[in-house]
């Protein structure tokens, strides 16, 4: 399992990003995707989540409203729209799956709201 996060950056507050995922070695529709993030000093909390058909997400009360995952099956990716992004957004941004029953990361993509 294989996962490769990109398109993070520095943005003004206010502003907005899109994430990317590129995942390979397991059958991705099969599975739900998620993105977690770390700010520093603070533990790896969930922001959002997608079934495998895409049909289903769920979201951190504290992006609701502002960040969108998706994902393109036939691409093997997911991404994060994150909009009306705030200073409090600024993390690592990582992407998750559990493949029979073991977690695969991805090496994180830093996120930075700042003016």
């Known amino acids: 399992v294989q996962l490769v996060e990109s398109g993070g950056g520095l943005v003004q507050p206010g502003g907005s990003l899109r994430l990317s995922c590129a995942a390979s070695g397991f059958t991705f529709s099969s599975y739900a995707m998620s993105w977690y993030r770390q700010a520093p000093g603070k533990e790896r909390e969930l922001v959002a989540v997608?079934?495998?058909?895409?049909?289903?997400?769920n979201y951190a009360f504290s992006v609701r409203g502002r960040f969108t995952i998706s994902r393109d099956n036939a691409k093997n990716t997911v991404y994060l729209q994150m909009n009306n992004l705030k200073p409090e957004d600024t993390a690592v941004y990582y992407c998750?799956?559990?493949?029979?029953?073991?977690?695969?990361w991805g090496q994180g993509t830093q996120v930075t709201v700042s003016s």
């Open positions: 997608i079934s495998g058909r895409g049909g289903s997400t």
């Open positions: 998750n799956v559990v493949v029979q029953g073991r977690g695969a």
